[in-house]
């Protein structure tokens, strides 16, 4: 018989943010050359980390964590030889990460000798669990943990003055830790690094492993933003894993709870069951009229550059991208698909209110054809579709009745999907059409 053990409760505070919308895009960080790439059976070479740090760059992407320089010398060299490469352009700044230790801090420097601007993003797990269990030490000697890495990024950063260094702290598993332990470490921090509203500091909030509802992050984000001393001097940055399925969510929340900057990865790749997903991030700000300043408006080369580098494949029903999700098989959704799309084109609608889409494709760089497919549980106003707009045939409603009879039988008899060439096919022997 098992015991139903639950996370560990955190205290929490009053919330105000349900009141708030999300109004402007946030800052993105990209962290799928670092929390992606360690996540991945077959880390990337540096071919595919070239490439997906192209891709980043071209979708708009300005934050991109390029790395963990101290793991090896397969990530050291990749990271200086990008920053030495011209490759970086000047409005996209590098991050890399590192563990609390002088030696490690001391290596990430020295991978990014050269570079125009980098940050630096030091961590230390904060939580009960990792203090008692991992490290067995105190709150006092985990706090000295980061302060310790602070000063040694503050005087590394010093012996490289042509480099505009930015610096990031996380307190690795901060949504389970408790909340004024968090900012005491974030305080100690601040005050070695002295950072300016002009030249903030980072702080990244991570839920390392998502434990609660979305609900609940967001009461911690608001909670840290409110109790910080020195806020304006920090940039509030999200993290958050999927290990509920919320990553998204969560991230939504946070926003609305006052947090300035999002790291993820596109398609939600990550530690376990991912990362914060950036596209689906980005495009549901999108269909809520906001810019979220990242182009997917080529979703399908997105994809396959993804899935080349990652060696994963994007899921059929993922959010935006997946195969399936502009394709109705059922016979009522295409009717009123089709509907939707003919009012739309007769009024040249300025909102997108097409039945059972939830963007237009065409936004994605998908085309309308390949919304509707046919299959044996399609209906007539489908396969009409699908001839029209494939061979310009526009069928009368009482032929269409009986052209379905024909295509229902072979679709029936073939249990598969059938493209626009087979229902074509179907077409000219129903009847008897020579070409
Ligand atoms: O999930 C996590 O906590 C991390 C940190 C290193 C930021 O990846
Ligand atoms: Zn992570």
Redesign the pocket.
Known sequence: SKKYRPFPQVPLPDRQWPTRTITSAPRWLS?DL??GNQAIVDPMDAVKKNRFFDLLVEVGVKEIEVGFPSAGATEFDFIHKLVNSGRVPDDVIVQV?TQSREDLIRTSFTSLEGARAAIV?L?N?VSPAWRDIVFRMSKEEVREIAVAGAKVMRDEAAKQPGTEWHFQY?P???STAELDFSISVCEAVMEVLTPTPERPIIL?L???VEAATPNIYADQIEYFCRNLPGRDSAVISL?T?NDRGTGVAAAELGLMAGADRI?GCLFGNG?RTG?CCLVTLALNMYTQGIDPGLDFSDIDRVIETVEYCNQIPVHQRHPYGGELVFTAFSGSHQDAIKKGFAAHEAQNDPQWRVPYLPVDPADLGRSYEAVIRVNSQSGKGGFAWVLEQDQGLKLPKRLQADFSRHVQAVADSQSRELDAGDIWDVFRKAYYIQV
Do not use: Q
């Open positions: 962290t670092r929390d990460l993003h961590y797990a996380s690795e598993t901060f990244n991570p839920a390392t993290h894993h790291e530690e990362n």
